[in-house]
């Protein structure tokens, strides 16, 4: 099998040829490769009246107020006086990555939020990727969830399908579990390879729990010869601490029955020779119902530490089932305007990570990362006007940097489908589904700023400096990279025109016990929006995705990094924060060269309007790179589906594609 070189394979997934998948399927770069069958229409929509849209919660309309300032005010004018070097700095917290924040995708929504199969990827998701890759280094991705749990792997689908799901009835739909059963072929273990092959992504993938009489442990199997080292670790368990709540085990279901189930499976795994590594398990991955301390006295650790390489948990700070799930047990619905303010504090991170902070030691003395590894502002799809708005992107910044600065190693937001508010970037509905029209979810921003806080070097140690006498609403981070301080990140949760503070630092100086070090200028990067209730309108160092279904996965905008001159005679920095907004304050070159990113992003014109382009015949393709064709599009909502055939490609990456596909042949 021939290997494309990187622009190769730029190339080939620029003209995105999709194509019928032959009965023998032959796997290269990017998927199976077949003789096409036949020409069609490639699909079209337009957005038009789309009143509908706005019923689904990935589109709501709710637009909350902003909590009213707190009272009394804090000070808007503090001072903050860091030591330049890290030894002087008591609390650091442990060697951080780059790719702190990474994503959690629930399986059953794979093939709208990642791609069709191995060979139609959504150009938007790398798009989003390489923002996250150019920043931190690499980008950490958990395919799984709910759905992992009941998912099988097989050899082929009907039509060639990747994924196939049917709904199974709930076990107990008055807790609002309602898990659709999935088959999966190896087409989708070749679409996560095909992505790692164009930005560096790494994967977490996840082994059924839901019969562990009958362990199905193909995925690793698979996934292991596939992706390699690209893989780092699988799941055993997605909140077992609620199979009991859902229906999946018995009512009296312990913490003790967890430990011996996850020994059958590394006992199972152990045994498996087409496992190649046996200790990439991911475990317990705990909701909250049993605390961490309760399973670890069954001697969980003491039995299984070596075959773990994370310890997890899984926590959201709140539920907003009983809208999701209006039959189930969960009480009044609750009013997004109330909860509003509870992630418009420092307090919600802190309070997030104090029940992990003795797992947190536990895992770094038995050298083990700890991560949550999954998260977002609500369980149950989020609030509509909470989980969308600017004021979830500063929490997520917030939550991020604190569970950084806690010595948890990573954490994943989780991404849903087109009926829950949180995610970080949702595609379209399938019957919308052309380019430029994906919706970037304003937590998104949140890992951009947190991966330019950290970082490519993954040495930079975090702190809370808890300024202002800690006032909750103006929280600071301060970060050292190879022992000195690189950046600062500044944080206001406070809404209106009197409510921006004004920051005087001081790096170094008599108050730290260190000669002064403030430079004569800093550069500042702003995160930043009109409002906390703002959900489109939404910048970062004057850059943007977009509004709903405006976005192609690229930042456009002319970045702006504000330089501030700082007076070295009073070792002192003036630093504005707006409010709401964050900044990123780089305290040096090399702590800005060390963040920034180079771009590289993937054109989205695979499918765009035949005016504006060269349409390419599939015959033609047959006699070049030898795709083509036409691949049936599945999709979420009922009787739609799509098709991808006569692909419209601008002229240049048409002949520059062709081109390639003649060389390849005549190697």
Same mark, same amino acid.
């Given at each position: 099998m021939f290997r494309l070189g990187p622009l190769g394979v730029l190339l080939v997934l620029a003209s995105q040829w999709y194509y019928a998948v032959s009965a023998v399927t032959v796997y290269g770069p990017l998927g199976a490769q077949g003789t096409p069958a036949s020409s069609g229409a490639a699909p079209s929509a337009t957005l038009g009246n789309a009143d509908w849209t706005?019923?689904?919660?990935?589109?709501? !309309?709710?637009?909350?107020?902003? =909590?009213?300032?707190?009272?009394?005010?804090?000070?808007?004018?503090?001072?903050?006086?860091?030591?330049?070097?890290?030894?002087?700095?008591?609390?650091?917290?442990?060697?951080?990555?780059?790719?702190?924040?990474?994503?959690?995708?629930?399986? &059953?929504?794979?093939?709208?939020?990642?791609?069709?199969?191995?060979?139609?990827i959504q150009v938007p998701f790398l798009n989003l990727l390489a923002a996250v890759v150019e920043r931190a280094g690499s980008v950490r991705i958990r395919v799984g969830g709910n759905t992992q749990e009941t998912a099988t792997l097989v050899d082929s689908l009907a039509d060639n399908a990747m994924i196939e799901k049917a709904k199974s009835a709930p076990s107990s739909s008055a807790k609002g579990d309602a898990t659709p059963t999935l088959l999966y072929t190896p087409e989708l273990l070749?679409?996560?390879?095909?992505? &790692?092959?164009?930005?560096?992504?790494?994967?977490?993938?996840?082994?059924?729990? !839901?019969? #562990?009489?009958?362990?199905?442990?193909?995925?690793?199997?698979?996934a292991d010869a596939i992706l390699g080292d690209n893989v780092l670790g699988y799941q055993v368990g997605n909140e077992p601490d609620l199979y009991a709540d859902h229906g999946h085990r018995p009512a009296d279901y312990d913490q003790n029955d967890y430990n011996n189930e996850f020994g059958v499976v590394v006992a199972a795994v152990q045994q498996d020779s087409k496992i190649t590594n046996k200790n990439k398990l991911v475990a317990p991955s705990l909701q909250g119902?049993?605390?961490?301390?309760?399973?670890?006295? @069954?001697?969980?650790?003491?039995?299984?530490?070596?075959?773990?390489? %994370?310890?997890?948990?899984?926590?959201?700070?709140?539920?907003?089932?009983?809208?999701?799930?209006?039959? +189930?047990?969960?009480?009044?619905?609750?009013?997004?305007?109330?909860?509003? =303010? !509870?992630?418009?504090?420092?307090?919600?991170?802190?309070?997030? $990570?104090?029940?992990?902070?003795?797992t947190a030691g536990i895992a770094q003395q038995l050298g083990k990362e700890f991560m949550m590894f999954e998260t977002n502002t609500a369980s149950c799809g989020g609030f509509p006007g909470v989980s969308d708005s600017f004021g979830s992107a500063i929490w997520a910044v917030d939550y991020g940097l604190q569970m950084a600065y806690s010595n948890f190693t990573g954490a994943l937001l989780h991404v849903g489908g087109q009926n829950v508010s949180y995610?970080?970037? #949702?595609?379209?509905?399938?019957?919308?589904?052309?380019?430029?029209?994906? @919706?970037?979810?304003?937590?998104?921003?949140?890992?951009?700023?947190?991966?330019?806080?950290?970082?490519?070097?993954?040495?930079?140690?975090? $702190?809370?400096?808890?300024?202002?006498?800690?006032?909750?609403?103006?929280?600071?981070?301060?970060?050292?990279?190879?022992? *000195?301080?690189?950046?600062? *990140?500044?944080?206001?949760?406070?809404? +209106?025109?009197?409510?921006?503070?004004? %920051?005087?630092?001081?790096?170094?100086?008599?108050?730290?016990?260190?000669?002064?070090?403030?430079?004569?200028?800093?550069?500042?990067k702003y995160l930043l929006a009109p409002s906390v209730s703002e959900k489109e309108q939404i910048t970062w160092a004057n850059q943007?995705? +977009?509004?709903?279904?405006? *976005?192609?996965?690229?930042?456009?905008?002319?970045?702006?990094?504000?330089?501030?001159?700082?007076?070295?005679?009073? !070792?002192?920095?003036?630093?504005?924060?707006?409010?709401?907004?964050?900044?990123? %304050?780089?305290?040096?070159?090399?702590?800005? #060269?060390?963040?920034?990113?180079?771009?590289?992003?993937? &054109?989205?014109?695979?499918? @765009?309007? *035949?005016?504006?382009?060269?349409?390419?015949?599939?015959?033609?393709?047959? #006699?070049?790179?030898?795709?083509?064709?036409?691949?049936?599009?599945?999709?979420?909502?009922?009787?739609? &589906?799509?098709?991808?055939?006569?692909? +419209?490609?601008?002229?240049?990456?048409?002949?520059?594609?062709?081109?390639?596909?003649?060389?390849?042949?005549?190697?």
């Amino acid at each position: 099998m021939f290997r494309l070189g990187p622009l190769g394979v730029l190339l080939v997934l620029a003209s995105q040829w999709y194509y019928a998948v032959s009965a023998v399927t032959v796997y290269g770069p990017l998927g199976a490769q077949g003789t096409p069958a036949s020409s069609g229409a490639a699909p079209s929509a337009t957005l038009g009246n789309a009143d509908w849209t706005n019923k689904l919660n990935a589109y709501n !309309n709710v637009r909350l107020q902003p =909590p009213p300032l707190p009272s009394p005010m804090p000070p808007t004018a503090f001072s903050i006086a860091v030591p330049s070097q890290a030894q002087n700095m008591p609390g650091l917290s442990i060697p951080q990555r780059g790719d702190f924040w990474g994503f959690s995708i629930e399986m &059953s929504v794979v093939q709208q939020v990642i791609g069709k199969n191995a060979s139609f990827i959504q150009v938007p998701f790398l798009n989003l990727l390489a923002a996250v890759v150019e920043r931190a280094g690499s980008v950490r991705i958990r395919v799984g969830g709910n759905t992992q749990e009941t998912a099988t792997l097989v050899d082929s689908l009907a039509d060639n399908a990747m994924i196939e799901k049917a709904k199974s009835a709930p076990s107990s739909s008055a807790k609002g579990d309602a898990t659709p059963t999935l088959l999966y072929t190896p087409e989708l273990l070749h679409l996560l390879s095909n992505i &790692s092959a164009l930005v560096n992504a790494k994967w977490y993938l996840g082994i059924p729990m !839901n019969d #562990t009489s009958n362990l199905r442990l193909q995925i690793a199997e698979a996934a292991d010869a596939i992706l390699g080292d690209n893989v780092l670790g699988y799941q055993v368990g997605n909140e077992p601490d609620l199979y009991a709540d859902h229906g999946h085990r018995p009512a009296d279901y312990d913490q003790n029955d967890y430990n011996n189930e996850f020994g059958v499976v590394v006992a199972a795994v152990q045994q498996d020779s087409k496992i190649t590594n046996k200790n990439k398990l991911v475990a317990p991955s705990l909701q909250g119902t049993w605390t961490p301390e309760d399973l670890f006295a @069954t001697g969980f650790l003491d039995s299984y530490a070596s075959s773990l390489s %994370v310890i997890a948990m899984e926590h959201y700070p709140d539920q907003n089932c009983a809208a999701e799930f209006p039959d +189930g047990t969960f009480g009044p619905i609750k009013d997004p305007q109330t909860v509003f =303010p !509870n992630y418009l504090t420092h307090a919600s991170g802190q309070n997030l $990570v104090k029940p992990y902070l003795n797992t947190a030691g536990i895992a770094q003395q038995l050298g083990k990362e700890f991560m949550m590894f999954e998260t977002n502002t609500a369980s149950c799809g989020g609030f509509p006007g909470v989980s969308d708005s600017f004021g979830s992107a500063i929490w997520a910044v917030d939550y991020g940097l604190q569970m950084a600065y806690s010595n948890f190693t990573g954490a994943l937001l989780h991404v849903g489908g087109q009926n829950v508010s949180y995610n970080p970037f #949702t595609p379209p509905p399938t019957n919308l589904s052309v380019f430029d029209q994906w @919706t970037v979810g304003p937590v998104f921003y949140s890992t951009l700023f947190m991966a330019e806080a950290l970082g490519t070097t993954n040495s930079s140690r975090v $702190v809370d400096l808890l300024p202002n006498d800690a006032n909750p609403f103006t929280p600071a981070y301060a970060i050292y990279e190879e022992h *000195a301080l690189a950046r600062i *990140a500044l944080i206001n949760f406070m809404d +209106g025109q009197t409510a921006g503070y004004n %920051v005087t630092l001081s790096i170094g100086g008599n108050q730290v016990g260190e000669p002064n070090d403030t430079p004569a200028q800093v550069k500042v990067k702003y995160l930043l929006a009109p409002s906390v209730s703002e959900k489109e309108q939404i910048t970062w160092a004057n850059q943007t995705f +977009g509004g709903r279904f405006q *976005a192609d996965g690229r930042l456009s905008g002319q970045e702006f990094i504000q330089t501030i001159t700082c007076d070295q005679g009073a !070792n002192t920095c003036q630093i504005p924060v707006p409010a709401p907004g964050a900044a990123l %304050v780089f305290l040096s070159s090399d702590a800005q #060269t060390n963040a920034d990113p180079t771009t590289m992003t993937f &054109s989205t014109t695979a499918v @765009t309007k *035949a005016a504006e382009t060269l349409t390419v015949a599939a015959s033609a393709l047959a #006699t070049s790179n030898g795709h083509g064709g036409k691949l049936p599009l599945s999709g979420t909502s009922k009787g739609s &589906s799509g098709g991808a055939a006569a692909i +419209g490609v601008p002229l240049s990456l048409s002949l520059a594609s062709m081109l390639f596909g003649a060389l390849v042949l005549l190697r």
